[in-house]
């Protein structure tokens, strides 16, 4: 079992940055994949970064190079650095996370957070 917690959202303006927390427990927590996905509202979810318990990354299309994935596990903390937001950026972001790399990947991992709102204005 693993609890999920995101902190960071906001309103920021168009071209401002944004980092995300996550905060897990749980006594796998740190040990088990940790992953972002956002959703707005009418939309899918989209798939945005992954990071596993060793430190290997995986971005969703079009997501590298303005989003960045870490975690430090002495915090049971994972992270998403969002860089050059734009109004599109705007959505609900979830924290996720689970065995397999896939299912995150998927956008159907077994343990999400309730989510965080970022506000992206013109």
């Known amino acids: 079992q693993v609890e999920l917690e995101e902190s960071g959202g906001g309103l920021v303006q168009a071209g401002g940055s944004l980092t995300l927390s996550c905060t897990a427990s749980?006594?796998?927590?740190?040990?088990?994949?940790l992953g972002w996905f956002r959703q707005a509202p009418g939309r899918e979810r989209e798939f945005i970064a992954l990071i596993t318990p060793t430190g290997d990354t995986r971005y969703g299309a079009f997501m590298k190079g303005r989003f960045t994935i870490s975690r430090d596990d002495a915090k049971n903390t994972a992270y998403l650095q969002m860089n050059s937001l734009k109004p599109g950026d705007t959505s609900v972001y979830y924290c996720v996370a689970d065995w397999s790399l896939g299912t995150i990947e998927n956008n159907v991992a077994s343990w999400r957070g309730k989510g965080t709102l970022v506000t992206v204005s013109t």
């Open positions: 749980g006594p796998t927590s740190r040990t088990v994949n």
